[in-house]
């Protein structure tokens, strides 16, 4: 199995904030829409530790059958719709990946 985590820090755009329901829906519609995806979870950060969040306000976590469904989840064109929607609200990205049994 292979973990793929991402946190995102979203900006202010044209005066307008993101519309992160949107983003979940449309991250949660991978599991059935993408091969290779064993498990998915996405939610909106609700820590109470706001001092270690960094502005960091959605968090997606993938489970993959092996590194090489992640490999081609990148270049999928549901995964690089929501890149170019998301895109210019993006201010930072983390990600972690590892394999794990």
């Given at each position: 199995m292979y973990e793929h985590i991402v946190l995102l820090k979203f900006k202010e755009h044209n005066g307008t904030a993101v519309n992160y329901e949107d983003a979940l829906k449309t991250v949660n519609s991978f599991?059935?829409?993408i091969p290779g995806i064993v498990a998915l979870s996405a939610g909106i950060n609700v820590s109470e530790e706001t001092e270690n969040t960094h502005g960091f306000s959605?968090?997606?976590r993938i489970t993959f059958e092996d590194q090489q469904a992640c490999r081609d989840y990148a270049p999928h064109p549901l995964h690089q719709q929501l890149l170019q929607d998301i895109g210019p609200w993006i201010e930072d990205v983390v990600v972690a990946d590892y394999s794990f049994n």
């Open positions: 599991k059935a829409s959605l968090a997606i």
